[in-house]
């Protein structure tokens, strides 16, 4: 058995001479990423200890969890932004992930009193206020009405909320980690609605959460009866108690402090409730001293995540460049990336699904020759909307704010690979 295997790594390692790759048309060309094949390599001469041993049985991993080797790729969180850890945010990994799937356990979390763990068959939904039929639902009442299946990003407002006054976080996991991306099953919250019946003068619905905070916030009512979900799975499971289980709201493209987690009630009623969460927090301070308020719909936004502060370049010649791309008002059309700080533009290449309010995700397959860049993108989204650079967003908005920053983001790549935050001035 095990002289078998040597001789076929024999003659795989023959089969892989320089010549027969140029002979099988593999040519190591400039700009190929392959490994130099004419020095012998032991991990491909030698058996390997994971060749000889028996690797673990299916009764060692009943629910399983990524490689050992992957321990780095993390939520994490900047300790001195916030004075609890219970009403925090940590961030989304976004420069270790590819494709569009933000995977479960790497959703960034928002809290506001900490992670309430509810057991779901003590769990509640209520709907009271401006309503024919007053209704309190159990979550298998709710598993029975007609689900449906929806990805979409959820993104908070202060999302690159440090970077109003320039560039300050190291890392596209800080500057644009409050964003995530998954796979909802759940109920159209209009199911429940015609079911309690809105009087005529319901205008405004007030989401609550069953959490330490019971965060709470005014969602007009069109909204509620378009595309808003009473959502219990993520990714085709149950919903991670970090992200409202057993019931979460899912308010598509909006910001994310209106996806009330733990939902345990919803009021109808006549005019908004001028809830903390809409009055001192997630209003948008202008440079006038007005501030704007209702700001619900998320902008498009793109950034690069590789090259970026946390995912330096390693080799000259071919490289992927790649990035995230989304729009609350729609689908991404286009996305533009230059390479050098926004004098030349060049399409980027969407590769995946384009799905309404969902991240799209972008790549440009180039050379690098070791020559410094400034790495930016832009997002173009089906209203013809684009993305803003930073100057521009000031312009009309000061500095004030914390919220809604959907400007241009640029990264310094030097010629020793590393890149940083900056800002063109
Ligand atoms: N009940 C409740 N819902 C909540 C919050 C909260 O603290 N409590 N935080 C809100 C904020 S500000 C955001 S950005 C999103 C974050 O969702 P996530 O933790 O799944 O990323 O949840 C929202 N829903
Ligand atoms: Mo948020």
């Known amino acids: 058995m095990r002289d078998k295997s040597r001789a076929d790594l024999v003659n795989r390692r023959r089969f892989l001479s320089a ?28 058996v390997q200890d994971w ?22 790729v993390i939520r994490r969180d900047v300790s001195w932004l916030t004075a609890s850890a219970e009403s925090s945010v940590n961030f989304t990994p976004l420069h270790e992930l590819d494709g569009i799937i933000t995977p479960s356990g790497l959703c960034f979390e928002r809290h506001h009193g900490g992670v309430a763990e509810i057991d779901p068959a003590k769990h509640r939904l209520m709907i009271n ?20 299946n929806r990805i979409y990003f959820l993104e908070c407002a202060a999302n690159s909320g440090m970077e109003w006054r320039g560039a300050q976080l190291n890392g596209c996991q800080f500057t644009h980690g409050m964003v995530h991306n998954v796979m909802y099953t759940g109920v159209p919250l209009k199911v429940v609605l015609d079911e309690a019946g809105l009087r005529p003068n ?25 595309d808003v979900l009473l ?28 996806w009330v987690k733990w939902l345990r009630r919803i009021e109808v009623g006549d005019q908004p409730w001028q809830t903390r969460e809409e009055t001192s927090k997630y209003t948008d301070l202008l440079a006038d001293g007005r501030s704007r308020k209702h700001t619900f719909i998320m902008d498009a936004k793109s950034v690069v995540t590789s090259p970026s502060p946390q995912a330096p370049l390693k080799y000259k010649g071919r490289n992927v460049l790649s990035g995230f ?27 995946g699904p384009v799905l309404d309010k969902s991240l799209t995700r972008f790549y440009v397959d180039f050379d690098w ?57």
Do not use: C
């Open 325 to 351: 791309a989304w729009s609350g008002r729609g689908t991404i059309q286009r996305v533009d990336v230059s390479l050098d700080g926004g004098r030349n533009w060049q399409t980027a290449r969407i590769d």
């Open 369 to 425: 020759n070791g020559e410094e860049l400034m790495v930016q993108s832009r997002a173009i989204d089906s209203t013809g909307y684009v993305q803003p650079t930073k100057d521009e967003l000031r312009k009309v908005r000061g500095v004030n704010s914390i919220y809604h920053n959907n400007g241009i983001q640029t990264w310094l790549v030097h010629r020793n690979g590393d890149s940083e935050n900056v800002e063109l001035g």
């Open 19 to 46: 010549a027969s790759l140029a002979g099988a048309g593999i040519a190591m060309t400039r700009g190929a990423s392959a490994t130099d094949t004419t020095k012998p390599d032991p991990l491909i001469t030698e």
């Open 129 to 148: 206020g401006l309503v024919e039929k007053p209704l309190v639902f159990t979550m298998d009442d709710i598993k029975r009405m007609p689900r449906t």
């Open 202 to 226: 319901a205008k405004w619905l007030m989401l609550e959460g069953g959490d330490a905070s019971g965060m709470n916030r005014s969602l007009p009512v069109e909204k509620g009866l378009s």
């Open 231 to 258: 959502a219990f799975a993520m990714n085709g499971e149950a919903l991670r108690p970090e992200q409202g289980y057993p019931l979460r709201a899912v308010i598509p493209g909006w910001e994310g402090n209106l």
């Open 51 to 72: 060749q000889r041993y028996l690797g673990d049985g299916v009764d060692k991993r009943p629910y399983g969890s990524p490689s050992k080797f992957e321990k780095n």
